[in-house]
């Protein structure tokens, strides 16, 4: 179990009202990520994170932003939603191992379902 | 650009049949392999992780080979059970990055 939790699990907004996601994680790893997966499309990185304020975008950065002032909290922010923005998205994190030397293995939170009207 | 491609998209077997998932990734320079599991609504599970340096890994009725000169890797299922239905992804970290690129998945059936 790598600690995560996503909140809120499950969330209907509508279109043009700004939306966060929170992923927090209890074992201090340093790097997390933002994914979203649809129909059709897999899994896409939307944004990550190597360290606190360090963040780099993804594949499917446009219309969010993030944020990580603590280790163990990383937001997602939808700025202004749109219908196109309905989706799951998890969160990951990746840890390194045994001897401290980063192995890349990612461990998912449970998602976070959001419908935009 | 890094492309990973599974195939098949979906497959159905019968019970205690084995069975080969296939991986395919367009970029060699990668730092590891992982295969995972989605059950309908959850979240992912974490299944093998090959490293760039290791041919294959093994977890009870898994068995996961990496050959990057050919771009591929197997997921290999033992005696499939009902149990093991779900939708198996696999993502690949690229060499000099932190970020994984994943496949479309396969979604596997395995009837009683």
């Known amino acids: 179990d790598a600690g995560i939790t996503q909140s809120p699990r499950h969330k209907v907004t509508e279109t043009g009202t700004p939306v966060t996601l929170r992923c927090h994680q209890t074992e201090n790893h340093r790097y997390m990520y933002w994914y979203r997966q649809d129909p059709g499309h897999g899994l896409r990185l939307i944004h990550y994170?190597?360290?606190?304020?360090?963040?780099d975008k993804g594949e499917v950065s446009d219309g969010y932003s993030v944020s990580r002032s603590k280790t163990e909290d990383f937001l997602l922010t939808l700025e202004s939603a749109t219908s196109s923005q309905t989706s799951v998205y998890f969160c990951?994190?990746?840890?390194?191992?045994?001897?401290?030397?980063?192995?890349?293995?990612?461990?998912f939170g449970e998602g976070s379902r959001l419908t935009v009207l | 650009k890094q492309e990973v491609t599974q195939i098949p998209a979906a497959l159905s077997v019968p019970e205690g049949e084995n069975l080969v998932l296939n991986c395919s990734f367009t970029d060699s320079a990668i730092y590891n392999l992982q295969w995972f599991r989605q059950d309908p609504g959850k979240g992912l599970t974490s299944l093998l992780l090959i490293q760039s340096s290791q041919r294959e890994q093994t977890s009870g009725r898994l068995n996961a080979s990496l050959d990057k000169s050919s771009g591929r890797s197997t997921l290999y299922i033992a005696a499939s059970q009902p149990g093991d239905s779900a939708t198996y992804l696999c993502g690949v970290c690229q060499t000099g990055g932190f970020k994984t690129i994943f496949g479309a998945g396969t979604r596997l059936f395995v009837k009683a």
């Open positions: 990951a994190i990746s840890e390194s191992g045994l001897a401290g030397v980063w192995t890349g293995e990612l461990f």
């Open positions: 994170s190597y360290g606190v304020k360090d963040t």
